[in-house]
């Protein structure tokens, strides 16, 4: 069925450094694929999103390409804040799968000062 | 439009009690989602509905929790009879088919604890 992959977390880093959060995918059909940021004590939030192959996706200086070839959607962000600290999620939908929204287990990101 | 909206906020219960969670969800959405969040699991889908019909409830974890959505501006998840374990923050989304790209739009969530 269809799936999401992303990196474990949790992932530390200092403030200004480069991000990168691996996210792959698994989908029958032609996804579109999404990041979403969830914020302590919040709700999840959409970040960006990529609906086909070598679109990219950007928001806040978070940017995404998806790429068909690796089945991939990696998460980057060349110089990230401590505002950036939250938990980040892949997910895809797909109209052959009745437009569920599959999401991959979340990536934990805390950056210091 | 105040995005979905879930209620309670917060819910302390006891094991044995039974919990209704609420969700308004954006207006003119036709799509709405279900999911529960714990530290082990993750993010979870439990149950979803299209234009109010359940299409999907195959995440649903057991026989004590029904949801319903008796019309396009409300739906419930109620755990009936609640245990420890249900202990989660569970959240409610919605999303429109319309315009081509569905996108889904999360409320704050309900964190539940059952003592």
């Known amino acids: 069925g269809d799936s999401v992959t992303q990196m474990e977390g949790p992932v530390t880093l200092s403030e200004e450094a480069f991000l990168t959060i691996n996210c792959t995918y698994t989908?029958?059909?032609?996804?579109?694929l999404f990041w979403y940021v969830q914020y302590p004590g919040e709700g999840l939030q959409l970040l960006l999103k990529?609906?086909?192959?070598?679109d990219k996706g950007s928001n806040k200086g978070f940017e995404a390409t998806y790429r068909k070839e690796t089945t991939s959607f990696h998460l980057e962000k060349g110089s990230v804040q401590v505002s950036d600290s939250a938990v980040y999620f892949c997910?895809?939908?797909?109209?052959?799968?009745?437009?569920?929204?599959?999401f991959g287990s979340g990536t934990r990101l805390s950056i210091r000062p | 439009d105040a995005g979905v909206i879930q209620s309670p906020r917060h819910e302390v219960t006891e094991m044995g009690q039974e919990v209704t969670l609420r969700c308004k969800p954006i207006?003119?959405?036709?799509?709405l989602f279900w999911y529960r969040q714990t530290m082990m699991r993750g993010l979870e889908l439990l149950i979803y509905?299209?234009?109010?019909?359940?299409?999907?409830d195959s995440g649903m974890p057991e026989d004590r929790f029904s949801a319903k959505m008796p019309n396009a501006s409300f739906s419930t998840l109620k755990i009936q009879p609640s245990e420890p374990r249900d202990s989660a923050v569970y959240f409610c989304?919605?999303?429109?088919?319309?315009?081509?790209?569905?996108?889904?739009?999360f409320g704050q969530g309900t964190r539940l604890t059952v003592v």
């Open positions: 989304a919605s999303s429109s088919s319309d315009r081509g790209l569905p996108k889904a739009f």
């Open positions: 207006s003119g959405h036709d799509y």
């Open positions: 990529a609906t086909k192959a070598d």
């Open positions: 989908a029958t059909g032609y996804p579109s």
């Open positions: 509905f299209n234009n109010n019909v359940p299409i999907d």
């Open positions: 997910a895809l939908i797909t109209y052959s799968s009745a437009s569920k929204i599959i």
